[in-house]
Structure formats: structure tokens, C-alpha cells
């Protein structure tokens, strides 16, 4: 069965640190990977996507990036936190040759901090 | 404004009781899907629904789809404590420049009292 990893689960950063949150998936190949944010009581943002290896779409111009240096493992880094960025990140995977809209399974979170 | 929303916004109820929850759309979708969240956790698929279905069963939970109405919803019959989370409606939606991806509301927070 496949499994998909998030660590760490929760973070303090301090403002101008830099950021790497890790998301790994088991079980399954040639996922499409996925980066939310989830601000408190709201639904998710789409952060970034990626289809493939070295492939990455990012839907909000932002101080985060990402990256996908092997097929089931998913970054999410930025090299100066801000305020703004606190909130909590979810990666997600589905199906390869399902699109972007069909079911989507979750990893369970990072909380992130920054003060 | 969001492509889905749900309603209500919070909804308790007693343990055994029905819960019913509201998604509603503004463009046409391909599909719509709802998402269970615990508390600080991830977020579990529970059923995804396309537009040419009008009603799904999973066990105690039943979803309806009326698409001339642009809306949705999820039914919990015999409602359990362990239903207690937040549930989310997810649909599909072109943007302006962007590939197709699941639009979010914002949440029903269901609370089930013993």
C-alpha cells in the first residue's frame, strides 16, 4: 500500500531563517506531487506541482520554492521566512495519468511557525 | 471569491443524530470531491463524485450532486464521535493561466456531542 511521509511535524522558525520541509511517498511511482498551505479555519492554497522529476509549477509568486530531486520525494524550501509564511503545509500525491483534480491523498502536515 | 463553499460553517449535533453539510460552486466542474480533516492532521479523501452522477454511497455517507443548482452534499447518518472533524468540498476549476487543480472551501467544523 502506498504511504507518504511529512517531516518535520511542527516548526518555530524566526523571520529571515531559511526553510526545508521534506515529503516522501512509498509505494507508488510516477506520482504527482502536490504543496498546499492551510491557513487557520481555511481551505487549502496550492502552493506548488510536479508531474515529474525536475519538474515543478508553482501557482503563487512567493519567497517559497520547490523541488523534486527523485520521483517520490517532494522539497518545499525557502531561504528567508517571513511572517506571512506561517501556517500549516500539506503534500499530497495522485495517481499518474489521473489528472491534477482526481483524488489526492494526503501526508498529515507541518506546522509552521514563524515569530 | 472561492469556487466552493461549504455550509454551514460549524454544525454540532448529538452522537446518532444525521449531519448534513452544503457545498455550493459557481463554474461547471468535471468532478467535485469531499475530504474529511481531524484536528491538526491531513486531510482524507471520502468520496469524489462526477458531474454526470447525482448520488454516491460510502458506507454512512451519502453525497448528492445537483449540477443545475451548482451544489452538493454529505450526509452522515447515525452520526459517531469519531466524525468529529472539519469536512471539505474540493472541485475542479480552470484559472486564468494555470492547469486544472481542486478548488477549496473553506470547511463545515462538525462537532459530535456524546
Known amino acids: 500500500s502506498q504511504t507518504i511521509h511529512q517531516w518535520p511535524a511542527t516548526l518555530v522558525q524566526p523571520v529571515g531563517s531559511p526553510l526545508s520541509l521534506e515529503c516522501t511517498v512509498e509505494?507508488?511511482?510516477?506520482?504527482?506531487l502536490y504543496w498546499y498551505r492551510q491557513a487557520a479555519g481555511r481551505g487549502l492554497q496550492l502552493l506548488f506541482y510536479?508531474?515529474?522529476?525536475?519538474?515543478i509549477s508553482s501557482e503563487v509568486p512567493q519567497n517559497l520554492s520547490a523541488s523534486r530531486p527523485q520521483d517520490r520525494q517532494f522539497i518545499l524550501s525557502s531561504k528567508k521566512l517571513l511572517l506571512s509564511d506561517s501556517g500549516f503545509y500539506l503534500c499530497a500525491w495522485s495517481e499518474l495519468g489521473t489528472g491534477f483534480t482526481d483524488t489526492q491523498y494526503f501526508g498529515p502536515g507541518t506546522r509552521l511557525t514563524v515569530l | 471569491s472561492q469556487q466552493g463553499e461549504e455550509d454551514p460553517q460549524a454544525l454540532s449535533i448529538q452522537e446518532g443524530e444525521n449531519a448534513t453539510m452544503n457545498c455550493s460552486y459557481k463554474?461547471?466542474?468535471?468532478?467535485l470531491q469531499w475530504y474529511r480533516q481531524n484536528s491538526g492532521r491531513g486531510l482524507v479523501h471520502l468520496i469524489l463524485i462526477r458531474s454526470n452522477e447525482r448520488e454516491k454511497h460510502s458506507g454512512r455517507l451519502r453525497v448528492t450532486l445537483d449540477t443545475s443548482k451548482k451544489s452538493s452534499s454529505l450526509l452522515i447518518t447515525a452520526s459517531r464521535a469519531a466524525d468529529t472533524a472539519s469536512y471539505f468540498c474540493?472541485?475542479?476549476?480552470?484559472?486564468?493561466?494555470?492547469?486544472?487543480?481542486?478548488?477549496w472551501g473553506a470547511g463545515t467544523k462538525l462537532i459530535i456531542k456524546p
Open positions: 474540493a472541485t475542479d476549476a480552470s484559472t486564468p493561466g494555470s492547469n486544472y487543480q481542486l478548488i
Open positions: 509505494g507508488t511511482s510516477n506520482p504527482n
Open positions: 510536479s508531474v515529474g522529476i525536475g519538474q
Open positions: 463554474t461547471s466542474i468535471n468532478n
